[in-house]
């Protein structure tokens, strides 16, 4: 059971819109911080400020005693809309109590200096400063503190305040990146439901490339839905070829079978009868034969498409189907042998290359005639390696061969069997998938024939 589809789009904008999410989180994280820092430095500088008013109104009395006159105005400063809590506290040298809560905590910086910390004071989260500064008598330096606190409601309120300014710009730029983004995904889109709409609209035979024009990131889609279109092309083509040619070649022998068969039914006599029946089997061996080498064929059709060549020791298969083919010659009465060294290879497909070797000599043992010499030979030129199988039989008429490069399949598809035969063809064929150039020449002193199948230097491979 195939998984149900799914849409690209909604996987896109999804994705997108979740990255987007996180990031505006953490943008958010972020701001709060940042918010609370500057909230944090504001508000010091403020508490920082109202300490050092106080601390301005210490001073001596007439009786060199240390006495602080609290400037309201500078506590008043610390209030706000959130109705933050003010607390102080001087203290003189020695901890002497001057003013203020007598329990609010004291910090201990040194001597001009002021120091903060964050703290509690009863049930209420406080923000405090400790300023220690010396007043002079003359003979002698006091030191005092003064320490001013308050709650943090109004820091909190500023930070909120910064982040929802911050979260509502932020919302507004996610709505504007989510509208493009939908935007930019539709059109960039587009190229595939065009590539979609121009397969569609075509006819079921109609195989050509297709031609778009489409972002870098569709290319290679496009060229896989060509390759495979090329590939379906050739394999109807085969299948096109094979069907042609079995319905010519089948033709003639399912012909001569049913004239027997009529003939053995009109039978006078055994003899007639016996006959037609071995005119009827001949012609079924010859079916049988043709049916064979339209399969293999069909094999270099499907070869074609697939490309796949290695290097193959031509001298060991050479010899070795020599010697297979050695018995159907001498049952022809015909001397085959095999001439050439013990390795050479070059880039073929070794059971293509088997079926155009048995073809050859299955050609020669059958038109040479009996007393004929066949050999295969097999020599390394320098236009390439060379596999000939020559015979010096009666040969065959070379002005009805076709020329370089011409279809032989077609000729004979044309012609008949009579000179050539389909396995010509067949070795032709399976030349020109090998890269090799395959000729038909006359054999020595003008007798017989001779075919050369010649792999270029450029087709010899490794082992």
């Known amino acids: 059971m195939s998984a149900p589809a799914y849409s690209l789009r909604r996987r896109l904008l999804l994705w997108l819109f979740m990255a987007t999410a996180l990031l505006g989180l953490a943008a958010l994280g972020d701001t709060w911080r940042e918010a609370m820092r500057t909230a944090q430095t504001v508000s010091d500088r403020v508490l ?67 120091a903060f910390a964050d703290g509690r004071f009863g049930n209420v989260a406080i923000r405090s400063v400790t300023l220690a500064r010396v007043i002079s008598t003359g003979d002698r330096a ?6 001013v606190a308050e709650s943090t ?71 896989a839905i060509n390759g495979f279109m090329g590939r379906l092309d050739s394999a109807l083509a085969a299948l096109r070829h094979f069907t042609g040619n079995a ?23 055994p003899a007639q009868a016996s006959t037609a029946m071995d005119q009827a089997k001949s012609a079924l061996t010859r079916a049988e034969r043709v049916l064979a080498q339209l399969l293999v064929l069909a094999r ?72 004929a010499i066949v050999t295969v030979r097999l020599q390394a030129l320098p236009a390439g390696i060379v596999l000939t199988v020559e015979d010096n039989g009666p040969g065959l008429d070379l002005s009805r061969a076709p020329k370089r490069g011409q279809n032989l399949r077609q000729d004979t598809a044309n012609t008949g069997s009579a000179g050539y035969g389909l396995g010509l063809a067949i070795c032709a064929e399976i030349s020109a998938l090998f890269g090799a150039e395959f000729q038909l020449l006359s054999g020595a002193e003008g007798r017989g024939l001779r075919v050369e199948v010649i792999f270029p230097k450029g087709q010899i491979g490794p082992p």
């Open 48 to 114: 920082f400020g109202s300490a050092l008013a106080i601390a301005e109104k210490v001073s001596l009395d007439e009786t060199g005693v240390l006495e602080v006159d609290i400037p309201y105005s500078s506590l008043e400063m610390l209030t706000s809309t959130a109705q933050d809590k003010v607390f102080y506290r001087v203290e003189g040298p020695n901890g002497a109590f001057l003013s203020g809560y007598t329990d609010l905590p004291l910090l201990n910086p040194a001597v001009g200096e002021a």
């Open 142 to 147: 006091l030191v005092f503190r003064v320490t």
């Open 153 to 223: 409601r109004a820091r909190q309120a500023l930070a909120r305040e910064i982040l929802l300014r911050a979260g509502l710009r932020l919302g507004v730029l996610a709505l504007a990146v989510a509208v493009i983004v939908w935007a930019a995904v539709t059109v960039a889109l587009r190229p595939l439901r065009q590539l979609g709409g121009a397969i569609e609209t075509r006819s079921p035979d109609d195989l050509r490339p297709v031609t778009l024009t489409a972002p870098q990131e569709v290319g290679p889609l496009i060229g």
């Open 247 to 269: 319905s010519h070649q089948l033709r003639t022998p399912l012909s001569v079978v049913r004239t027997q068969l009529a003939l053995m039914e009109r039978a006078q006599n």
């Open 300 to 371: 270099v059709d499907a070869a074609q498409s697939a490309g796949a060549m290695y290097g193959v020791n031509l001298a060991e298969a050479a010899r070795q189907i020599t010697a297979e083919m050695v018995p159907a010659a001498l049952h022809a009465g015909i001397d085959l042998g095999y001439e050439g060294p013990d390795h050479l290879h070059a880039q073929c497909e070794a059971v293509l290359l088997g079926e155009m070797l048995k073809n050859l000599i299955d050609n020669a043992i059958s038109y040479a005639g009996r007393g």
